[in-house]
């Protein structure tokens, strides 16, 4: 849920606020790519460090950068 909530929520409704506020070409490709991009490395060790939730951080580290490869290019082809 959380990869899905980072990687399509998120973006879906941001982008529709960029689109409605006149966002057009190379800027709305960019805050694809803004809204989109996967968990930073960090974020395990960060979780680790603050008593958080690491397994839920390592799996979302892991599945992330793959969900994003496969979902950015088509996003940002599909607006050019």
């Not at 990869?3 to 879906?12: D, G, M, S, T």
């Not at 689109?19 to 694809?32: K, Q, S, T, V, Y």
């Not at 803004?34 to 690491?54: I, K, R």
């Amino acid at each position: 849920i959380t990869v899905f909530v980072k990687l399509v929520l998120v973006p879906l409704i941001m982008l529709s606020v960029a689109a409605m506020l006149g966002f057009r070409g190379e800027a709305f490709a960019c805050m694809i790519v803004l809204f989109g991009a996967p968990v930073a490395v960090s974020s395990f060790a960060m979780a680790q460090q603050m008593g958080g939730d690491e397994k839920l951080a390592s799996s979302a580290r892991t599945s992330d950068p793959r969900i994003f490869t496969e979902s950015i290019f088509p996003a940002a082809f599909g607006i050019g």
